[in-house]
C-alpha cells in the first residue's frame, strides 16, 4: 500500500523519530510505513488520519487500482 505519510510528517517538520512517538510506535514501524514494506493496522491508519486531520483515503491508497 502506497502512503503520504513521508510527505505530510516532512510539511510539518517532524522526524521520524516524533512521528512514531506521537503515535506510540517504534521509529522502525514508521520507516516500514513510509517505505511501503509494512501496512498499518486500522486502528493505526485511523490515528494517523487523526493526527494529520485527513481522510484515510487520502493518506493511504493501494499500489494499483483493480481493473
Known sequence: MKNLIRELRAG?????????????????????????????SL????????LFEQPIEAIFFPDQEPA
Do not use: N
Request: overall charge neutral.
Open 12 to 40: 510539518r517538520g517532524w522526524s521520524q523519530a516524533h512521528l512514531a512517538e506521537l503515535l506510540d510506535v517504534s521509529r522502525q514501524t514508521v520507516i516500514a510505513i513510509e517505505t511501503g514494506k509494512y501496512d498499518p
Open 43 to 50: 486502528p493505526l491508519a485511523f490515528s494517523v488520519s487523526k
